[in-house]
């Protein structure tokens, strides 16, 4: 029977060279259900595990979270960490760098060499623009900044539970 591997990042939305496990797919089941935060089990699951069935769990537990920072309706907080969900489970690689958050370079005097990318400051990724994420909030690009804070601490708040969660499996397989 073939065996179905994932790889499992503890540093943001896209694995990095040296930071990156390969898991099975069902090593990675039963080592997640011994978490228990089911939200970042539920995280790990929908990220790596492909499993979109997730997401309500994963929602429910930021808009309890973040409901109270602000007085909105329950839909303006369910489409911000909707929205703030989507953006790190897909994220967007920088075409520059492939991805990497590095280039190689031609230096005369050492040959190839690996630098930053310029592009996306060594992050792999590009986050969507002010005006990307208003337009997704159906707002305008200034009424963006009321919102843009608890949309950051929301990305902040999914980058934690992956690294505990990824910190959490790999001590359980290996």
């Not at 039963?30 to 979109?52: E, F, N, P, S």
């Not at 005097?109 to 996306?120: D, L, P």
Request: glycine share 8%.
């Amino acid at each position: 029977m073939e065996k179905h591997l994932i790889k499992l990042s503890g540093n943001g939305p896209h694995p990095r060279p040296g930071n990156v496990s390969t898991v099975t797919v069902e090593d990675m089941h039963l080592a997640v259900a011994k978490i228990t935060d089911k939200h970042v089990g539920a995280l790990l699951l929908a990220r790596y595990g492909g499993d979109d069935g997730q997401r309500t769990v994963i929602i429910t537990k930021l808009k309890t979270m973040f409901l109270s920072h602000r007085k909105w309706k329950m839909s303006q907080c369910e489409l911000l960490v909707s929205n703030a969900l989507d953006e790190y489970l897909n994220p967007r690689y920088c075409k520059a760098c492939n991805g990497f958050g590095h280039t190689m370079q031609t230096v005369r005097s050492k040959g190839a060499i690996q630098v930053e990318c310029e592009v996306c400051s060594g992050k792999g990724i590009l986050p969507f623009s002010k005006r990307e994420r208003a337009r997704r909030m159906k707002v305008s690009a200034p009424t963006w900044n009321n919102y843009q804070s608890i949309y950051q601490l929301v990305l902040d708040t999914l980058t934690d539970w992956n690294f505990n969660g990824v910190k959490f499996v790999r001590a359980r397989i290996s």
